[in-house]
């Protein structure tokens, strides 16, 4: 396909459901200060791909923490509300499969979008790897199109949850312990926490599109309380359709890889991998709004 020139920066969209390659020396860029049409390369970049990703340039945090922040401010969890990490760890999160290095990772990730239980979820982050295993050892990531899936939803699902509001559960509290992630680094709380209900079609603020806002953490959907069996169905359903293979970009990473992407517009997954092997990544949380 043909790259989109804006200045310094090229973008060169993949073939498939979503996502493009940022081209150019980013991190040198972010050092110097990018420039104008740097910053819209990314931005109206990430509108139009919803995944961007920049191969095999070694940042540091400091490097990481100035590109997120061109995107958004930096997410802060609610007092009393657990998220990925604890409370102690700072603007960057650091993964790994090794949990003296963060916040123990190892277990392959089933399909969700960052936060779905939080009153306000994240707007998207940056995910940076620097150690990980060779491609062949396992442990792509993989991000899914949610205007996609909407567009492609039969008719007579979208009508069950046409106005209706999802519930997503936080794995982090309410003693559930069930995120997959270990080790002193990750806060899990036994207190319960609320509920906070979001649309199942939720429009983005930039674009002003639809998409399907669905994912693993929803777990109720308002307006079935007496119907349980036919929620169950019904959950399972939009769980079957979100998690084609059709709606995918699958990133096999390496060194120095970094991907940006739109939490309100995707879902993504990660494989198992070869545990004999390294895995480091860190992570920038990007603060969105409330979805609508």
Not at 32 to 60: C, N, P
Not at 156 to 183: M, V, W
Request: charge should be negative; glycine fraction near 10%.
């Amino acid at each position: 396909m043909t790259a989109l020139i804006h200045d310094q920066l090229t973008l060169h969209p993949f073939d498939g459901a979503l996502g493009a390659e940022v081209r150019g020396d980013v991190a040198a860029r972010i050092d110097d200060g990018l420039s104008g049409a740097d910053v819209f390369t990314l931005l109206d970049g990430l509108r139009q791909h919803q995944v961007l990703v920049i191969k095999e340039q070694s940042m540091t945090d400091a490097q990481l923490l100035e590109l997120a922040s061109y995107f958004g401010p930096q997410f802060v969890a609610p007092d009393g509300i657990p998220v990925l990490g604890t409370d102690e760890q700072g603007a960057v999160t650091v993964l790994s499969n090794r949990d003296e290095k963060g916040v123990g990772s190892r277990v392959a990730l089933p399909f969700h979008t960052d936060f779905q239980f939080m009153p306000v979820p994240l707007l998207g982050a940056v995910l940076h790897g620097v150690e990980v295993p060779p491609p062949e050892a396992g442990g792509d990531t993989l991000w899914s199109n949610m205007y996609l899936a909407l567009d492609e939803l039969p008719a007579e699902l979208r009508e069950k949850i046409e106005g209706r509001r999802g519930i997503g559960i936080n794995p982090y509290a309410n003693g559930i312990g069930g995120a997959g992630f270990t080790g002193d680094n990750q806060k899990y709380i036994d207190d319960v926490v609320p509920d906070f209900p979001h649309p199942l079609i939720r429009t983005h603020p930039e674009t002003g599109r639809q998409s399907l806002y669905f994912s693993m953490f929803i777990y109720k959907i308002e307006g079935y309380e007496d119907r349980p069996e036919e929620e169950k169905e019904l959950l399972q359903a939009l769980r079957d359709h979100v998690d084609q293979d059709k709606y995918y970009y699958r990133h096999k990473w390496n060194n120095g890889d970094t991907i940006i992407w739109d939490n309100r517009c995707t879902n993504h997954k990660r494989d198992d991998f070869d545990q004999a092997y390294d895995r480091e990544v860190h992570r920038v949380q990007i603060a969105g709004t409330k979805p609508f």
